[in-house]
């Protein structure tokens, strides 16, 4: 059984639209979840980080928790071309300090 | 500034090479990773340094062997490597294991012949 997963995609949207990507975790005691990116060919990067349950938002993109459902979201308004990626979520492990990262999610947006 | 710098980019070796992939932080980051990634698939963790010390091998094969040689290299030794282990060697750092923000270099990409 997986322990993140994630919406299998790929994810098409127009430009200007907004993208939304899903995530649901196992583990009920996890605590810190993470939201990477990585174009094609490239190395994942950072691009947000949500610890507590609510919304957190820099930019383009919010980051939704809700501990209760086990449900992590990654939302991007305006979507731009170059938004065009593979979104990988993480979570940290409870015992330990290990990331599990889902299957990730690929996002096209079109011009 | 959070760069992790990885060389080579590119690596090619025959089954009976040695190599070694190194990597290098300077934002002053105690825990340092591998991980492998095969393509249209989420890195899988293969070692954990923390302080200079190996704290998780994720039952890696012999044939790789780790060595952190100061607080901000990160080396990964190759040796009769099988074609499988073809893929993206990403190196990342966090301030510390306990931190849980990772940074990735921009990885190794690795064929075996």
């Known amino acids: 059984q997986k322990e993140v997963e994630q919406n299998s995609g790929p994810l098409s949207v127009p430009e200007g639209a907004i993208a939304s990507l899903n995530c649901t975790y196992s583990?009920?005691?996890?605590?810190?979840f993470f939201w990477y990116r990585q174009y094609s060919g490239k190395s994942p990067e950072l691009i947000m980080s949500?610890?507590?349950?609510g919304d957190k938002e820099d930019g383009r993109f919010t980051a939704q928790l809700n501990k209760a459902s086990q449900y992590v979201s990654l939302l991007i308004r305006d979507s731009q071309p170059s938004d065009s990626a593979t979104y990988l979520c993480?979570?940290?492990?409870?015992?330990?300090?290990?990331?599990?990262f889902g299957e990730g999610t690929q996002l096209t947006v079109n011009p | 500034d959070t760069e992790v710098t990885q060389t080579p980019k590119h690596l090619v070796m025959g089954m009976t090479n040695k190599k070694s992939l190194k990597c290098e932080q300077h934002?002053?980051?105690?825990?340092m990773y591998w991980y492998k990634q095969k393509a249209k698939k989420p890195p899988e963790l293969m070692f954990v340094?923390?302080?200079?010390?190996?704290?998780i091998n994720e039952s890696v094969p012999s044939r790789f062997s780790p060595e952190c040689p100061n607080s901000s290299l990160l080396n990964l030794h190759l040796h009769a490597l099988q074609p499988e282990d073809s893929a993206l060697y990403l190196c990342?750092?966090?301030?510390?294991?306990?931190?849980?923000?990772?940074?990735f270099g921009p990885g190794t990409r690795l064929t075996v012949t």
């Open positions: 949500i610890y507590s349950n």
């Open positions: 990342a750092s966090s301030q510390a294991f306990t931190v849980y923000e990772q940074y």
């Open positions: 340094y923390s302080y200079e010390k190996l704290s």
């Open positions: 934002m002053g980051h105690r825990a």
């Open positions: 993480a979570v940290k492990e409870t015992s330990g300090s290990r990331l599990t």
């Open positions: 583990d009920r005691g996890s605590q810190s």
